[in-house]
T-cell receptor, first 112, second 110 residues
Framework: ETGVTQTPRHLVMGMTNKKSLKCEQH?????MYWYKQSAKKPLELMFV???????ENNSVPSRFSPECPNSSHLFLHLHTLQPEDSALYLC???????????FGPGTRLTVL | KNEVEQSPQNLTAQEGEFITINCSYS?????LHWLQQHPGGGIVSLFM???GKKKHGRLIATINIQEKHSSLHITASHPRDSAVYIC????????????FGTGTRLQVTL
């Protein structure tokens, strides 16, 4: 399944680093999502974009900064993260805000 | 109490067995999703339903809106079905915002 791709697949970073996660969808969808999955916790919605506009910011700390330059690409910029931010970060897309979501493979992030 | 509860948390079955995973929720919803997550982390959407029943191959999903309950059934289970199965609900009026259960870890053995 290559409809939604994410890079990198694994990332290790220090607390002072700045890095970015990238998501790309090849499905012609108009909505994109960032989710966080921590160990032994349910998936948590972080951000929702529709037609490149942010429509949901689920009380996410400012050290996570999303960017949606067009409907096919979504970034998550990371800076001064904490070890508790270590998790699997999943991107998803849907045709519109009512449609079923297609998930990417995720980026496993470790913050040292 | 979580808005979405799944049971069981862990399930081991032998190949060929009929499997049922349950999901109960406590909020009004516009749709319910069943997702499958393999050990590598990638998630596949299995079903999105708002009423009745859907079938895809050996998978069947049902929902009872009045009882706020959904079930995912797997017939003739196979080791490749081993995964975490996640129930998620879209709240009424906010179709894009999903609330997830903690998942059911299924292991199917030979």
């Amino acid at each position: 399944e290559t409809g939604v791709t994410q890079t990198p697949r694994h990332l290790v970073m220090g607390m002072t680093n700045k890095k970015s996660l990238k998501c790309e969808q090849h499905l012609g969808h108009n909505a994109m999502y960032w989710y966080k999955q921590s160990a032994k916790k349910p998936l948590e919605l972080m951000f929702v974009y529709s037609l490149e506009e942010r429509v949901e910011n689920n009380s996410v700390p400012s050290r996570f900064s999303p960017e949606c330059p067009n409907s096919s690409h979504l970034f998550l910029h990371l800076h001064t993260l904490q070890p508790e931010d270590s998790a699997l970060y999943l991107c998803a897309s849907s045709q519109d805000l009512r449609g079923g979501q297609f998930f990417g493979p995720g980026t496993r992030l470790t913050v040292l | 109490k979580n808005e979405v509860e799944q049971s069981p948390q862990n399930l081991t079955a032998q190949e060929g067995e009929f499997i049922t995973i349950n999901c109960s929720y406590s909020v009004g919803i516009s749709a319910l999703h069943w997702l499958q997550q393999h050990p590598g982390g990638g998630i596949v959407s299995l079903f999105m339903l708002s009423s009745g029943k859907k079938k895809h191959g050996r998978l069947i999903a049902t929902i009872n809106i009045q009882e706020k309950h959904s079930s995912l059934h797997i017939t003739a289970s196979h080791p490749r079905d081993s995964a975490v199965y996640i129930c998620a609900v879209a709240h009424t009026g906010t179709a894009s915002k999903l609330t997830f259960g903690t998942g059911t870890r299924l292991q199917v053995t030979l």
